[in-house]
């Protein structure tokens, strides 16, 4: 069973840093593109960043240069770090799994999300 | 970038009766390549994550009940629940995954009349 489970958000102040993180399980994580996708509250759903099988990376041009996207392909791990974070950041941030090896695809399994929240 | 619209933004529909949700994209997301739409479409329950029900426009994910089609190309596209069931109110999205940044349209809200 594929399970994603995603942790690290929490309250952070304006200008602040953070890094989520999304357990993988249930399949082989190398294999597969994986994406970050949020959702402000009571929003609709905003695609954040992707990486591919073979580490090629895609950001939202709201994050370029401020959020990086990575995996530990040793750990079954996504990563998203997040700097300079801003008010309009304040989100659900769910980690999804892509049924092929490039993020020109959907995403077929989501995790729960774990929430981010930018205020001082 | 591309756009993604849907309309309407929310619609009631007795139980049983179609629900029809419409989705276009600034631009045609059909790959000539490969003739294949990259559209996907998305039902969110409260408080849960979004699922895939619908990719490449009209094929439907594995498990998902067949009152739900999906149809169109380039840039007009439509999903269908043939029946509304009350397990359907949700709220629908649909995705380009034609090119990055992945897009999705604001969503349709569905519910029962």
């Known amino acids: 069973e594929v399970q994603l489970v995603e942790s690290g958000g929490g309250l952070v102040q304006p200008g602040g840093s953070l890094r989520l993180s999304c357990v993988a399980s249930?399949?082989?994580?190398?294999?597969?593109?994986m994406s970050w996708v949020r959702q402000a509250p009571g929003k609709g759903l905003e695609w954040v960043s992707g990486?591919?099988?073979?580490?090629?990376?895609f950001y939202a041009d709201s994050v370029k240069g401020r959020f990086t996207i990575s995996r530990d392909i040793s750990k079954n791990t996504l990563y998203l770090q997040m700097k300079s974070l801003r008010a309009e950041d304040t989100a659900l941030y769910y980690c999804?799994?892509?049924?092929?090896?490039?993020?020109?695809?959907?995403?077929?399994?989501w995790g729960q999300g774990t929430l981010v929240t930018v205020s001082s | 970038d591309i756009v993604m619209t849907q309309s309407p933004d929310s619609l009631a529909v007795s139980l049983g009766e179609r629900a029809t949700i419409n989705c276009k994209s600034s631009?045609?997301?059909?790959?000539?390549?490969?003739?294949?739409?990259?559209l996907a479409w998305y039902q969110q329950k409260p408080g849960q994550p979004p699922k895939l029900i619908i990719y490449?426009?009209?094929t439907r994910e594995s498990g998902v009940p067949d009152r739900f089609s999906g149809s169109g190309s380039g840039t007009d596209f439509t999903l269908t629940i043939s029946s509304l069931q009350a397990e359907d109110v949700a709220v629908y999205y649909c995705?380009?995954?034609?090119?990055?940044?992945?897009?999705f349209g604001p969503g349709t809200k569905v519910d029962i009349k």
């Open positions: 631009q045609s997301v059909l790959y000539s390549s490969n003739n294949r739409n990259y």
């Open positions: 249930g399949f082989t994580f190398s294999k597969y593109a």
């Open positions: 995705q380009q995954y034609y090119s990055t940044p992945l897009t």
């Open positions: 490449w426009a009209s």
């Open positions: 990486i591919t099988s073979g580490d090629s990376t």
């Open positions: 999804a799994k892509s049924p092929l090896t490039s993020c020109y695809s959907p995403s077929d399994y």
